[in-house]
């Protein structure tokens, strides 16, 4: 084939490829009005993924979740400020005095999590007070309308889509169902998985509406995210896996080493 011809060929493609994004990116939307059209062709797209028909009939009856995007939309003035000012917002010494209580009370379920994957009690306590409150609050918000609408919605679908095929496949599992309720971004149990993250690290049933299952899942999570043992603060990395604001990690790493008393 002449040189011209292989040029203009590899042109082509990369024309064809270039459109191809471009129609994905399309898709995407930033108010509900392409919701309806943007499911019929997310439908096959998680088809071919393995999705099949409970999760299939979950997406078909999800609906775009106003209240999702609204709090989405204010998710960096959440972490905004010192981290002083950030454990206060969130009550981080009530996190620790409570927190020491269950670590005193669970004696045995910590001993057994930690033998088994290296992570004491400390920051998986942080992590359930952080973000439940111990239990208290898990959300009501509509976890397969949630995670699909931030599929949908154009300011990061390329995070959010491969958790939206997770919960579809959660749903198909019997984990989840349509009807699941938990936090604004889709985020599950206790202590607020992410449903991609259910699939990968979800132990015993992945029932993380049970404590003790979403403790052992958190502390799989943070062994597979480089968690070596001992205290949180050695262990940086794997709390920034949870999650990437600076002030989170620290006020996390601050509330579990006073659990754990180092």
């Known amino acids: 084939m002449a040189r011209g011809a292989t040029k203009a060929i590899l042109a082509a493609t990369g024309l064809v490829l270039a459109m191809a994004g471009a129609a994905q990116a399309a898709s995407c939307g930033k108010d509900a009005s392409g919701f309806e059209a943007w499911k019929a062709e997310f439908a096959q797209e998680a088809k071919a993924a393995g999705v099949k028909g409970r999760g299939l009939s979950a997406l078909e009856g999800a609906r775009y979740a106003t209240g999702t995007i609204k709090v989405d939309r204010a998710v960096k003035k959440a972490f905004s400020g010192s981290v002083q000012d950030f454990m206060k917002r969130r009550g981080g010494q009530a ?71 997770a919960a579809l496949k959660l749903v198909d599992r019997g984990v989840l169902t349509a009807n699941s309720v938990g936090a604004a971004h889709g985020e599950i149990g206790h202590t607020q998985f992410l449903p991609g993250n259910v699939l990968r690290f979800g132990v015993g049933g992945a029932n993380l509406r049970d404590s003790a299952t979403a403790l052992a899942s958190t502390a799989n999570f943070l062994r597979g995210h480089g968690y070596s043992g001992g205290p949180a603060s050695a262990n940086r990395g794997a709390i920034a896996g949870w999650n990437a604001a600076s002030v989170y990690q620290q006020a996390i790493i601050i509330m579990a080493d006073a659990i754990d008393g180092n």
């Open 95 to 165: 996190i620790i005095s409570k927190g020491k209580k269950l670590k005193k009370s669970n004696a045995a379920m910590f001993a057994d999590i930690e033998r088994r994957y290296g992570v004491p009690a400390g920051p998986l306590l942080a992590i359930w007070g952080m973000e439940t409150g111990f239990g208290g609050n898990m959300g009501k918000q509509n976890t397969v309308s949630a995670i699909v609408t931030l599929a949908y919605d154009c300011r990061r679908p390329e995070f959010f889509t491969p958790h939206a095929i």
